[in-house]
Structure formats: C-alpha cells, structure tokens
C-alpha cells in the first residue's frame, strides 16, 4: 500500500467516526 493511500485511508475513517 501506498503512504498516500494509506493516509487517505486514515482520513476517510476518522471522517466517518466523527460524523
């Protein structure tokens, strides 16, 4: 994996937690 994929991937979960 990617160190930006895995960065988006960090993003995209910590968006969906904090909705």
């Known amino acids: ?3 930006t994929e ?3 991937w960090k993003d ?3 968006a969906m ?3």
Request: proline share 0%; charged share 35%.
């Open 1 to 3: 994996m990617i160190d």
């Open 6 to 8: 895995l960065v988006n």
């Open 12 to 14: 995209f979960i910590e």
């Open 17 to 19: 937690l904090r909705k």
